[in-house]
Each structure stands twice: as structure tokens, then as C-alpha cells.
T-cell receptor, first 114, second 114 residues
Framework: KAGVTQTPRYLIKTRGQQVTLSCSPISGHRSVSWYQQTPGQGLQFLFEYFSETQRNKGNFPGRFSGRQFSNSRSEMNVSTLELGDSALYLC?????????????FGSGTQLSVL | AQSVTQLGSHVSVSEGALVLLRCNYSSSVPPYLFWYVQYPNQGLQLLLKYTTGATLVKGINGFEAEFKKSETSFHLTKPSAHMSDAAEYFCAVTPGAAGNKLTFGGGTRVLVKP
């Protein structure tokens, strides 16, 4: 069974641009969560999608958005990039999204904003 | 609201020695607690979790953790360190079965000396 797949693995953008990151969950999983990891702020929850609906949201500005498709694949978008958006963005999936289930993480997309 | 404090951002242990990583949490409701490990250039992997029931939880790779409500702690231990344990470890909390909005601690990087 394939794991959580995130593309691209590395990304370099400049300030003011926008970026879209992709996450394909494990087959059969319906819940996808996104986290931002930086040396300064650590791991922070961005949002969670379940059955194409945003179920939870973290404390990030509106520049950060996401969506989930009917096949459970998810994308997150960051508009008007800032230097501080440089981070490792991790995606995780579970079956139904309850916390009794194991969360499977992808290897992440490393975003560098210049 | 939830918060997690991991004491010590770096821990150095000798191979074969006890590994002890400290985690204290704050939660307004009965928490679910987790330990994750992250190897370089990889996503997070679940080591163990506490939801309800037995307070001593055994995980993968010989790790275990004990939930102590009176001390609001969930320390991670391994009796004998192995070189392959060198990684970064994260404690996380979520307010019960409320989806996958995990709050992470700052992480503890473990160095294993031969």
C-alpha cells in the first residue's frame, strides 16, 4: 500500500508569488491534515479536510487555503508569499479522522521563499 | 486550549543507556497524547499514543510512555539506546476525539554516542 505522497518535494519561490502544494493520502483514507514546520515556530496545524469539507482550522492568515477533491487528494495554496512562509509543509492522512486512528505523514514539501 | 512543553531541545545519550524525554501538557479537557519521531528529511512517524485506559503505553522500537494526570506529564523512555534512535522526537496533544488538530511540543533532538 503506497504511503502519503506529497509533491513537489522541494520548491523555490519569490516573495509575492503564490504556490500550490499537493497531497495524495493513503488509498481509502478520507481525512487529510496539513501542518507547517519551521525552526522557530515548530509544528503548527494548518487545517484538516474530511470528505471535501474543512473540519478544523488553525491560526493562520487567509493567505493559506486548502481544498480536498472527491478522491480525497488535497491541495494547499499560499498566496502572496512572504519570507516567513519558508517551511516544511507536512500532510497527514487517516481513515475517518478520529484521533483513535493512526496519523500517517508524508515526507513533506520544503518551500523556500526568496 | 492545549499546550505542550518538552524539556530540553537536545539530549545526548550513550548507546545502551536509558533514554528519557520529558513532556508536560496543558489541556482543558481529558487529553489524547502522542509521541512522534522524525528522521532527517522525512515526515513524522507515530511511536505511541494514549487515549484512555492503561496509563503505561508501549510503542514501537522499544519505547514506552506513562500518562500521569496528577503531574500532567507524558514522558517517553527507552531502557537501552541504539544508534538508530538518533532523531527528533515530538510530543503532541489533542483535546480528546476532536479530529486531528494536534498541538505539538517544540521537539527534542536525540544524539546517540557510541
Amino acid at each position: 500500500k503506497a504511503g502519503v505522497t506529497q509533491t513537489p518535494r522541494y520548491l523555490i519561490k519569490t516573495r509575492g508569488q503564490q504556490v500550490t502544494l499537493s497531497c495524495s493520502p493513503i488509498s481509502g483514507h478520507r481525512s487529510v491534515s496539513w501542518y507547517q514546520q519551521t525552526p522557530g515556530q515548530g509544528l503548527q496545524f494548518l487545517f484538516e479536510y474530511f470528505s471535501e469539507t474543512q473540519r478544523n482550522k488553525g491560526n493562520f492568515p487567509g493567505r493559506f487555503s486548502g481544498r480536498q477533491f472527491s478522491n480525497s487528494r488535497s491541495e494547499m495554496n499560499v498566496s502572496t508569499l512572504e519570507l516567513g512562509d519558508s517551511a516544511l509543509y507536512l500532510c497527514a492522512s487517516t481513515g475517518t479522522g478520529t484521533t483513535n486512528e493512526k496519523l500517517f505523514f508524508g515526507s513533506g514539501t520544503q518551500l523556500s521563499v526568496l | 486550549a492545549q499546550s505542550v512543553t518538552q524539556l530540553g531541545s537536545h539530549v545526548s545519550v550513550s548507546e545502551g543507556a536509558l533514554v528519557l524525554l520529558r513532556c508536560n501538557y496543558s489541556s482543558s479537557v481529558p487529553p489524547y497524547l502522542f509521541w512522534y519521531v522524525q528522521y532527517p528529511n522525512q515526515g513524522l512517524q507515530l511511536l505511541l499514543k494514549y487515549t484512555t485506559g492503561a496509563t503505561l503505553v508501549k510503542g514501537i522500537n522499544g519505547f514506552e510512555a506513562e500518562f500521569k494526570k496528577s503531574e500532567t506529564s507524558f514522558h517517553l523512555t527507552k531502557p537501552s539506546a541504539h544508534m538508530s534512535d538518533a532523531a527528533e522526537y515530538f510530543c503532541a496533544v489533542t483535546p480528546g476525539a476532536a479530529g486531528n488538530k494536534l498541538t505539538f511540543g517544540g521537539g527534542t533532538r536525540v544524539l546517540v554516542k557510541p
